[in-house]
């Protein structure tokens, strides 16, 4: 048995733990039941344009290396990464695939702007890790679909959505050809916000949403992409009505496979109230760091953060049913560019302008406690939790290979005794101050 602790400029140290020889000490205790929930696909973050501008301008040897690090099986393990269709607002520029109006069939359509950055940095990480899982979001159509007739702001119009499914479809074949098959896809980044129009985005409203998840499903099953997966919303727990009265629609469910959340306004206890209704959906987050009221995601001071931030929003949100966590760009320069938007995010890792220096951050070090321990197909184990501090919040695992991982946070300014118990056993620890730390029970 052993336990890694993050803290205070500690990464990853590991240290050994038994169980306790005579009576169990005195405090709260988390007990690992024999009841499992969902299935785990993956941890990871996002490659964007931005992302690998930056990598690329590494030296190419020091760009596999860091790559190596992130995506080996036997290293960092990110095994999920989220791509942008078009551009997002971290982008060089704003561009699209279809620059000619009302192509309908798609005759003009050129994907050829991904082959210079997108494409070699995704073969490399799919190389390094075989079974990296991708899935794509665009943050808008081509303008001349939407009210707006630009890729910033605006509603998307129903009289579109077919040409839309082409362009997806287009994308998906470009991406294929070019070596990279993509499992799964959400037809909208953010669908209930055009970000005041400011950068790439655009409304849905949820009829259109559905409209074309059936459509899009259609083109899939009838072309070489049976298998990849339709999410729906990508956006806020908030909303997790919208997607009660999306999947209430039998055929919507049978086209879609589950939703993508956001983690920015909300609580995770709303994908269990989503999860209530629709048991068989999948549910995956697919951006941002942590939950609101760890801190202000868009702060430029990200890298002097808690861990414990980290740790509390992981555990509520896997707690409440998601599958996977994919945090937002993977790499950006010192000053969270490229970006053409309002935000003001930064890196999972930071790199410098001149592709230099690289930098890791907080958010890395605590994504490591998951990519690294947490293996795909693990189970959720359920947990029973007797009188414990709010400071303390705690997810629990079963691999495939039958090791058990438990990740918990200590989100107070003291350190705190902790008792696990497992099969029977108690195993007393010490959990220090604003620290993420993983018990690995093999």
């Not at 409209?211 to 806020?236: G, P, S, T, Y």
Request: one cysteine or more; glycine letters at 6%; aromatic letters at 10%.
């Amino acid at each position: 048995m052993r336990i890694i602790i993050t803290n205070h400029g500690r990464k990853l140290e590991e240290r050994p733990i038994a169980p306790a020889a005579g009576p169990a000490p005195r405090g709260p205790v988390i007990a690992l039941t024999d009841r499992e929930d969902q299935e785990m696909l993956g941890f990871g973050a996002a490659l964007t344009d931005s992302a690998c501008v930056m990598l690329n301008r590494m030296d190419p040897e020091e760009r596999d290396a860091l790559l190596d690090e992130v995506y080996s099986p036997e290293k960092g393990n990110f095994s999920v990464a989220r791509i942008c269709v078009g551009s997002s607002d971290y982008a060089e520029y704003v561009y699209d695939f279809a620059p000619v109006k009302d192509d309908m069939e798609m005759e003009h359509f050129d994907a050829s702007h991904d082959d210079i950055n997108i494409l070699p940095v995704l073969r490399k990480v799919r190389e390094i890790n075989p079974d990296l899982y991708i899935f794509s979001s665009p943050w808008s159509p081509p303008g001349w679909m939407k009210t707006s007739r630009q890729m910033q702001g605006g509603w998307m119009r129903d009289k579109y959505v077919e040409a839309y499914a082409l362009y997806y479809l287009k994308f998906l074949q470009h991406y294929l050809r070019a070596g990279v098959r993509i499992n799964a896809l959400t037809p909208q980044n953010e669908s209930e916000t055009d970000q005041t129009s400011r950068m790439p985005a655009c409304y849905w409203h949820p009829d259109i949403e559905m409209h074309f998840a059936k459509v899009m499903r259609r083109l899939l099953d009838e072309n070489e992409f049976a298998d990849v997966k339709i999410w729906l919303m990508d956006h806020n727990f908030l909303m997790w009505h919208r997607v009660v009265y999306e999947m209430d629609d039998p055929e919507t469910k049978q086209a879609a496979a589950g939703v993508a959340w956001h983690p920015y306004e909300g609580h995770p206890e709303q994908i269990s109230q989503f999860r209530a209704l629709h048991p068989e959906c999948e549910n995956h987050w697919t951006e941002g760091g942590t939950i609101p009221g760890t801190y202000d995601f868009r702060n430029p001071g990200r890298f002097d953060r808690r861990w414990a931030a980290y740790g509390e929003s992981f555990c509520e949100a896997i707690n409440n049913g998601v599958q996977s966590i994919t945090v937002w760009n993977l790499a950006l320069d010192e000053e969270g560019h490229p970006c053409t938007g309002p935000f003001e995010c930064r890196g999972t890792i930071e790199i410098s302008r001149d592709g230099k220096r690289v930098r890791r951050s907080q958010e890395y070090d605590s994504l490591l406690h998951l990519t690294k321990y947490v293996k795909r197909g693990a189970r959720r184990i359920l947990l029973e939790e007797e009188a414990l501090p709010k400071n303390f919040a705690a997810a629990a695992f079963r691999n495939p290979d039958g090791t058990k991982v438990v990740l918990i946070s200590n989100s107070e300014d003291f350190d705190s005794g902790l008792n696990l118990k497992v099969d029977g056993q108690v195993i007393p620890l010490w959990i220090l101050r604003q620290s993420i730390n993983t018990v690995v029970l093999d």
